[in-house]
Structures are given as structure tokens and as C-alpha cells.
């Protein structure tokens, strides 16, 4: 018979304590153990990007990552992005901006651009598509999603938009 | 317009960005079991046994099903109900669900498939269309027309032999389109409980509740009214979650026998295996030209490859012919096909259903022909143009037709003119058209029934919920939805609660397919909230002492149109309209005009309008590597009037995006294993990794123009805009490689080892190009004859009147063989 075991999780800032079998991956304690089902998935072999989280900030599949590594680090989810009931800047640009078609890649891509956003000012168009060829999208093309980045990046940073 | 042509935040933005969209496999239940499918690994086999007893006594495990569990089969269409939602004796692809596990976990499921032994009689497998040709046996299908075709159809609008006799130039090449598949990054899932009265509920990652609903009643045995199906929003369709699917079958009778909810998500691999994706096509495509470039007739032939089972095969295969006439006129068509079965899974409905491959051979043939003529190729296409308001050879009514301003303003804005056979070596343009379907004139079963219908609940706290069966898959039906019921009201559309995908609580919509969403629940919403607006006015007009005829519906008010200090606000309009007549509600409804042609087989094709493209391609081909680039493309659509224009260029430019990939790299493909090991045939690529899509690295920047023609068929003149601007890319790709480096390559995918071959070729002198050098040969029945317009037809069939007749010695065969 399979044991759970047992251990203390940081998820959006908030500690959690949570049992579950040692075998499980982090994509699956935070949508099965911790109804945190904002995170996707699309393939569970590190394919697609759709479950992407920020762990200590850095962008990671969480398909590929067991949970039982991460007992004390920070995991992010996009439950975990907007304050309180307010959007992060890259959540209002990706829904003004038709960045979210079907939304299914957008958590694991709103992750991964908030990692680049948090450290580069103003990335390039280049850097942005750089940053989430790990992700795929079948809906839009990427376009919006580049744009939306973009956006997000001049409100979060007004002297960008001076730059400009 | 107040709400429509203005950019917005979709309604449902905030919620796909917060990671709050319910997909199917977000939804947990209490006492929620799992469920997991076994399925072939032989493309073809007959099951002589299976013993599940090891796996019913495995530990956690609820239920073990087999195919003796569904006596009742199941398909899309009427015409082909042949799959079970377990095979109950014949497996047809490699994938085939056989039996399925109900645990408690997913991991539990999965350890007792292992212990489910099951005994194959293998079968000689069909690989591909010419085996399937060769070998009438063995029978894939027993119903199928003839050994292992399918399907057969033939058609002939005037007389095209004497038509192309006559031509100055007769044009024949042979194309190939392989197949390919949708790849939403939602995998599939489905959830059934039952509810306190133990009626059944599946939550499922479908584009067609409606039909799910009624195929699940059917295979289940149960009554319709006790059967709820929600489609949650998708996660990415694209006609891969058209289909009825059995696992949503299997799922639902394990809740039924455990009256617990049981959920099934599948994974990838399974993914690759459902597909329903594009069917491979060979074409034959033979044009007559007159010497000034007019299109004197076309023959076309197609051999479509349908794996495993029917699905919309029928359907896809008659798509493979229809719209060769709604862009130039073709004064005389004729058109054969053929489905064949083969082991492998079923192929069905993707983006753009069964047109982009003729597209594909069209355009590229027009680009010949440009040459060969020494014409232009934009104006060659300019020329032949159909006319706005028009009968087609084959009887269909096309309405308005932007696409000689979609061409103009492709060529202007890529600079064309300075850029075909201009570039230097290595660098060229290609320009293509398309056009498509704003929903298909007639349901997927014969009935007369609204094919939209949608309802309206207003109250006095001004609260606006509208209700409609159309399913969410990201496209954007739900905003749709609402801007026309708050166009029509007046409103904010976040004024507006969408209710949707619901056959429990919403009007039947027969769902996201063949981009009849935003013209027929548009015109339904047209309708319900047009009712309303008047109940409203009459109330209002009554309090404010004027005529209803003078008010104005605008930013929340109700207001004289000359003297707008006379206003009330809508929710107290809503009050008094609610004090004069009661509650509030009304229901609307729509049902597309009867199409013109009156023979058999004129159902597939017709459309309350059509939608139309034009592309130009820049490609860069290094001569070494036959690497292709693709800098920039520009689109222009035809969509009559558009809703948002932050959704609009979305389905344009994510169309592109798709397009452009299987141009370049997409493709569902098989091998065979080494003889010693099996004769079987396996999936080459079941992976998101192997399946090569272009990622963000690869996509060139899009240009996209919006034409806006409106079309008096559609809401506030509104056309399709999902699945058109896909069908130009592929030709253009094409186009523009031939531009660059002078090799044609007339199949799809355009890889550099294709290009590279075709360059070498070019450096011995010989033919530069790549692509189907044969075509086998099609038993292809007499044709159904329906005369043109212009020749005094009157739509009915003159020779061939119930369907394509096989000759006497076809007959043969095909009962020998059965």
C-alpha cells in the first residue's frame, strides 16, 4: 500500500501543509491536493509549457518537478498573480489585448513572462519570444501574446513608455 | 454601432487570465472516481476473448467494462453509426478503445489495464489509400460501398470534357495534402454524475453538446430529457472536439451502473489517437483556361484516406468538392471522390473541413497557370472573380463577396507589384485566396428545427442574463454573444451574463462547427433581445409621453433621440416594462435559408454566406539547406462587419499561425514496425515534441486588414472569421517558394528535404518539382448530372437522381468481396 507523506509547502505566499503520495509531481499536488486547478497541463512530459509555475521565482514545468522538492521554496501560481481581487499588469494586458483565446497555455505563459518582466525592464520583441518558446499556444498565433507582454511591461514600468 | 467595431476586452477575459475558466479536468467532484481506457495496440484485429477478472479484483478498482457492456453504436453522422464506445469484436486502428477501468485514482486504473488479458486474431493491415484499393479484403467495415472504399461520390455540373475540349489551355496536375491533426493543448476530459434525481450529467471538453447529448441517450438507452451534457470552454478545438467521443459514452454509463461521478481526462498520446484531424487527399485537378486567363471548367478528383471509422468523413469528402466554385467562376464542374478506410485513427473535421486541401492544389494550379499565361497572378484571380449575388456551376447561393478589395489591399500593402519575380534569388512572394462556410446550411440529421435558438431573462434590477446552447472554445462565442443582445439593448456587454453549452438549461444550438456560431446564435440573439427592445420601448415611450418609434437604446439609457434630457436609465425601463407586461423574457431562434440546389447530395455546401481570404507570403529558401523562412505575411478577410476587432484579428492571425505550420511541418503520420516484429502500423509521432508546430521563435510577423462588406444574411452584416483566413496560407507558401527558387512543391508539408530534392532536380535539368507523380485507379461511379444555371437547369439532377451509380462490374466485386 502506497504511504502519503507529509510536508510543508510555501504556495503564493501562503504555508500549507499537505499530505499526499510521494510519487505525485508538483503539477499534481497543486491541482489534485490543493484545488489550485489554475495550473494546466498538456502533456505531462515537459512538452508543452502549460504548466508552467514560478519556483523561487525562475520559470519551471511543474509536470517535471516532484513535490516533495520543493519543501521550502516558493512556488507561484497564477492563482497567486493579481493582488487580491486586482489583475498584475500582465494578467489586464493579456485579457485587453486578446493574449487568452481559449486560455488554457495562458497561466504557464503569464508565469513565464512575469519572470522575464521581473528581470528586464523593457525586453526587446526577440527576448520576449525567446522567453516563451517554451510554451505552446494553438490559438493566437503569439502576436497578441507578444503585444500583451509588451504592454504589460510599459504600465509596469513607465519610463519605458517614455522611452518611447 | 455602439458596442460592435470597438476594441474590448473579451467578457470572459478576466477569468481566462486568472486561471479561473472551469475546463472539464478542473471540475472534482465528492466521491469522484477515475476511469482509464485500454485500448488496441493492433491497427487491425478481431478480439477472440478478454478476461477482466484479474482487473476486477485488483485493489480500488469500481468496474471493469468491456463492449458487451454497449450493445448500441454510435457516429456523427446518421449515415455512419459504426463505432462502439468499446469495440466490442473488431479493432480498427492502433488506439481502438477495448475495455475500460473505473478506480479510485488515476494510477490505480492504469495498474489494472495491465491485468486485463486480451486475445487478438490479427489481421492484415490497410495502410494507406492505394492498399486499401488493392485490397478489398479484409473488410475494415462491412457497410463500406465497395470492398474497402468507403464512399463513393460523383458529380458533374455541365459537360466538362467538352468544356476543357474546347479550352485553349488544359492544365492537369496531381496534388497531395497530408494529413494532420488539431492539437488543442486542452487534452480531452469528460465528468458524469447523477444528480439527486439520478439523472445523468457530463461535463465534457466538446464542441457539440447537442449531438453528445443525443448520441448518449441513444448508447446509453436512456431518455433524452434525463441527459444533461455542459460543454465546458475549451481549451483549443479546432474541430477535434467535433466528434462524438467514446470515452464521454463510457464515462457516462460508469456513473449511471456506480451512481457516483466518474471522470476520465485522456492523455496525450490518447489524444493523437481520438484525432478526427485532417484527411490525407491525392487530387487530380484538370482546368481549362481560354487564352485571356478565364476559367473555361474544372475536373477534380479526390482520394481521401479516412482512418478507422466514418466520423464527418462523408461529410468531409463531399467538402472536399463543394466550394471549388464560390471564388471563380467555373462554368462548368465536375467532381468525383472516394473515402477509403484504413488502419489508423479516424480523420474528421480540422479547421477549415475538407477544403484546405483542394484549396491547396487550386491555387497553386492558378499559379501555373498565371505563368504559362504570362499574366499576373493577382489579376489573374481579380478576373475570375464570382460575382456578388450569384449562382454557382454546382448551385450555390453566394451573397456578398469582398474578396476583389481583400486582394487589393494584400497586394498594396506587401508591395507586390515590386516584389514578385523581383526579389533576388532565394527570396520570393506568393499571393493565394480562400474562401469558407459561415455555417452550414443544413444540421448534421435531417430536421427542420431552429439550428440556433437563444433566450433572453431580463429583470427589474436591470440584470440581463441571455441563454444559448453555443459552446465557448476560445474563439469567443460567449463575447459574441453578448455584444449583439448589448448592441441591440443598448448595454454594456458586462452588463450581460452569458449562460452557454448547457443542453440542461439552454436553447438547443447544434454547436461550434463550420463557423456557424456568430452568424446563426447572432441572428437568434438579433432576434430574442429585438423582442424585448420593443417591450422595453412601448414602456418607456409611455412613461416619457413619446412615440417608441423616437427613442434611442444607448450607453444604458433609454432617451428621446431629439431631446435626450428625456431618458431613463435601462433598469428603469426594464422596471416599468416589467410593471406593464410581467416578467421579461423572450426567445429567438434561426434556421438558414433553403438552398437553391434540389439534388441529392446538394445538402454540403450551402451557406447563409460565404467568407473570403486573400494571403501573400514572403519566403526566404536558403539554396543549401532548403531551410525555409517566412518573414512576413499579410491577410485580408472579408467578415462583413466585425464584432471586436481584438478577437477578430486574433482568429485571423491564429488561423495564420496554423496555417502556416502545416505548410511547413505538421503532419499525423505512420510507420511500419520491422517485419520480424509485427506487420503493424503505429503512429510515428504521438507527442507534442515530435509533432512538430511552430512555436514563438518561428511565427512572422502578420499584417492583418479586416474587410468590411456586410452581408444582409448576417447579424449586422457580421461573417465568419474562425476558420477562412487559414486557407490561403498553405498555396501561398507554396507560391512564394516557387517565387524564391523557382522548384514547385505541390504537397504539403513543404519541409527543407523537399525543397533541397526539388533543387537538385532543378540543377540536372530536370522537372524541379515535388509531389504525386501517379494516380491510381478510382472506381469512381457514373455521376449525378445537375445541369448549371446558365444551361437551363432548375436545380434537380437530370441523370444519377438518388445517387452516384456503380457500373454492373463494380457491383461485382464489391458482393463478392462483402
Partial sequence: MRRNVHHNLTVNGEALEVS????????????????????????????????????????????????????????????????????????????????????????????????????????????????????????????????????????????????? | MKVLGKPRRRVDGRAKVTGQTRFADDIVLPRMLHMKLLRSPHPHALIRKIDIEKAKSHPGVHLVLTGKDFPVSFGILPVTQDEYPLAPEHVRYVGDPIAAVVARDEQTATEALDLIEVDFEILKTISDPQEALQNPEPRIHAYSELGNIHRLQAFEFGDVDEALAKSEHVFEDLFFYEGNTHLPIEQHASVAALDGEGKLTLWSSTQVPHYVHRSLARVLQVPA??????????????????????????????????????????NREEVFYMHRGRHPVLMKMRTGVTKEGKLTGMHLQTLVDGGGYGSYGVASTFYTGALQTVTYELPRYKFDAARVFTNKPPCGPKRGHGTPQPRFGQEIQLDKIAEKLGLDPAELRLKNLVKANSLTANWLKVGTIGLA?????????????????????????????????????????????????????????????????????????????????????????????????????????????????????????????????????????????????????????????????????????????????GTLGAVGSYTPPRAPGRFKGAGVGPSPAYSYSACVVQAEVDPRTGWITVPKIWIAHDIGRTINPVLARGQVEGSVYMGLSEALMEEQIFRRLPPKLSSALVHKIPSLLEYKSLTSLDMPEVETILIEDPDPNCPFGAKEVGQGPLLPVMPAVANAIYDAVGVRIDELPITPDKVLKALHLKAQGKEARIGPTSFPSVPYPEPVVVLPPWEGGDGNAVKGFDKPRLSPSQRKVSSSSA
Avoid at chain 1, 144 to 161: G, L, T, V, Y
Avoid at chain 2, 416 to 440: E, S
Wanted: charged letters at 25%; hydrophobic letters at 40%; a negative charge.
Fill in chain 2, 225 to 266: 430529457s434525463h441527459v444533461r451534457v455542459v460543454a465546458c470552454p475549451n481549451g483549443g478545438g479546432f474541430g477535434g472536439k467535433c466528434d462524438v467521443c467514446n470515452h464521454e459514452m463510457v464515462v457516462a454509463k460508469a456513473a449511471l451502473l456506480l451512481g457516483r461521478p466518474v471522470k476520465i481526462c485522456l
Fill in chain 1, 20 to 164: 499526499f503520495a510521494p510519487y505525485k509531481t508538483l503539477l499534481e499536488v497543486l491541482r489534485e491536493d490543493l484545488a489550485l486547478t489554475g495550473t494546466k497541463h498538456g502533456c505531462e512530459l515537459g512538452e508543452c509549457g502549460a504548466c508552467a509555475v514560478l519556483i523561487d521565482g525562475e520559470p519551471q514545468l511543474s509536470c517535471l518537478v516532484l513535490a516533495v522538492e520543493c519543501e521550502g521554496r516558493a512556488v507561484e501560481t497564477v492563482e497567486g498573480m493579481g493582488k487580491g481581487a486586482a489583475l498584475h499588469p500582465l494578467q489586464a494586458a493579456f485579457a485587453d489585448l486578446g493574449a487568452a483565446q481559449c486560455g488554457y497555455c495562458t497561466p504557464g505563459i503569464l508565469l513565464t513572462a512575469k519572470a522575464l518582466l521581473e528581470k528586464e525592464n523593457a525586453p526587446s520583441r526577440e527576448r520576449i519570444k525567446e522567453a516563451i518558446s517554451g510554451n505552446l499556444c494553438r490559438c493566437t498565433g503569439y502576436q497578441q501574446i507578444f503585444e500583451a507582454i509588451e504592454e504589460a511591461s510599459r504600465r509596469m514600468n513607465p519610463q519605458r513608455q517614455e522611452d518611447r
Fill in chain 2, 405 to 581: 478589395e481583400c486582394i487589393t489591399q494584400v497586394v498594396e500593402k506587401s508591395d507586390w507589384k515590386n516584389k514578385h519575380k523581383k526579389l533576388p534569388d532565394g527570396r520570393g512572394v506568393g499571393i493565394a485566396c480562400g474562401a469558407y462556410l459561415c455555417g452550414a446550411g443544413l444540421p448534421i440529421y435531417w430536421n427542420k428545427m431552429p439550428q440556433s435558438g437563444v433566450q433572453l431573462l431580463l429583470d427589474r434590477s436591470g440584470q440581463v442574463t441571455v441563454f444559448c446552447g453555443a459552446t465557448e472554445i476560445g474563439q469567443g462565442s460567449d463575447d459574441v454573444l453578448a455584444a449583439i443582445v448589448a448592441e441591440v439593448l443598448g448595454i454594456d456587454p458586462f452588463e450581460i451574463r452569458c449562460v452557454t453549452g448547457d443542453t440542461g438549461t439552454t436553447p438547443v444550438d447544434l454547436g461550434s462547427y463550420s463557423s456557424r456560431v456568430t452568424v446563426m446564435m447572432g441572428n437568434a440573439a438579433i432576434d430574442a433581445s429585438q423582442k424585448l427592445k420593443n417591450l422595453i420601448a412601448e414602456a418607456a415611450a409611455e412613461q416619457l409621453e413619446v412615440i417608441p418609434d423616437h427613442l434611442e437604446f444607448s450607453g444604458g439609457r433609454i432617451f428621446l433621440k431629439d431631446d435626450p434630457s428625456k431618458s431613463l436609465s435601462f433598469a428603469e425601463a426594464v422596471g416599468f416594462a416589467e410593471e406593464k407586461f
